[in-house]
C-alpha cells in the first residue's frame, strides 16, 4: 500500500476499475454471486478512494487566536463529557431484580382464581 496521500487515492481507483473487470468475467461464467462481491468491493474502494480525495483537498486546521469579544458570541465546540459507566455489579443487580418482577408477574397471571364454591375458573 503506498504511502503517500494522493498515491493512496489513486491505488484505491485501480483497485475499484480491477474488482469491477473481475466482476465483468464473472457475469460473463454467469457466477453472479461472486460478480456481486466483486462490484460491492470495488465500490468500497472508489467510496475509500474519494474520502482520500477529499481529505487533500481540506486544509489542515489552524491554530486560530479569538479574540474575547468573538469567543462570546460563537458557541462552546467541546463535546459534551461521557456519562460514568454504571458499575457491573449494580447493572447485575438491576438485571436479576428485573427478571424477578417479569417471573412474579407471570406467575400471578398463571395462578388459577378461586370461585366462592372453591371451584377453578379454568
Known amino acids: 500500500m503506498p504511502a503517500d496521500f494522493g498515491e493512496i487515492a489513486d491505488y484505491h481507483r485501480r483497485e475499484a476499475h480491477r474488482f469491477l473487470a473481475l466482476a465483468q468475467v464473472a457475469r460473463e461464467r454467469r457466477d453472479f454471486g461472486e460478480a456481486e462481491y466483486l462490484t460491492e468491493l470495488a465500490a468500497r474502494h472508489t ?12 486544509e489542515p486546521g489552524r491554530a486560530r487566536s479569538a479574540s474575547p469579544a468573538k469567543l462570546d458570541r460563537e458557541p462552546s465546540r467541546r463535546w459534551p463529557p461521557e456519562p460514568q459507566p454504571t458499575p457491573f455489579a449494580t447493572s447485575c443487580l438491576l438485571a436479576v431484580l428485573r427478571g424477578t418482577e417479569r417471573l412474579v408477574s407471570i406467575f400471578r397471571q398463571r395462578t388459577p382464581k378461586q370461585s366462592e364454591q372453591g371451584l377453578s375458573h379454568r
Do not use: L
Open 47 to 58: 467510496e475509500t478512494s474519494h474520502q482520500q480525495k477529499m481529505g487533500m483537498q481540506q
